[in-house]
């Protein structure tokens, strides 16, 4: 069974003191975190999943039920998923480097390659 929730650390603050959520993802005994972009002041303000005591808690717990929600349905499209750690998982639902499109600002990101999206990209 796979659980998928939101957690808050004030232990992870980045340099404006703020705490970001993320979603964890618990499999097979193991436990991965994929940020999610929504920061609060405080751990105390995230109660049983939901955003409490901020001015827009309605709009921030509506984008975290959507985050929640697409995570859930990435996990769920995958054929196996019982033999599946977290990290594996977290692997196969994150978009890699390899699904990566040619865009300009892939181009732009290596502006002295020849070739923006790497030879060991068309390796067999």
Request: hydrophobic share 35%.
């Amino acid at each position: 069974m796979i659980n998928i929730y939101p957690v808050a650390h004030n232990s992870r603050k980045n340099k404006e003191g703020l705490t970001q959520i993320r979603i964890a993802i618990y499999a097979n005994g193991q436990t991965r975190y994929i940020p999610s972009g929504i920061y609060l002041l405080d751990q105390s303000q995230l109660v049983d999943g939901n955003i409490v005591n901020h001015p827009d808690a309605k709009r921030l717990n509506d984008t975290l039920r959507r985050l929640i929600n697409k995570t859930r349905f990435n996990i769920d499209i995958l054929d196996y998923t019982y033999g599946l750690t977290a990290a594996e998982i977290v692997r196969l639902i994150s978009p890699g480097e390899a699904q990566k499109p040619l865009t300009l600002g892939v181009i732009l990101e290596n502006p002295g390659s020849d070739d923006p999206l790497g030879q060991s990209r068309f390796a067999p």
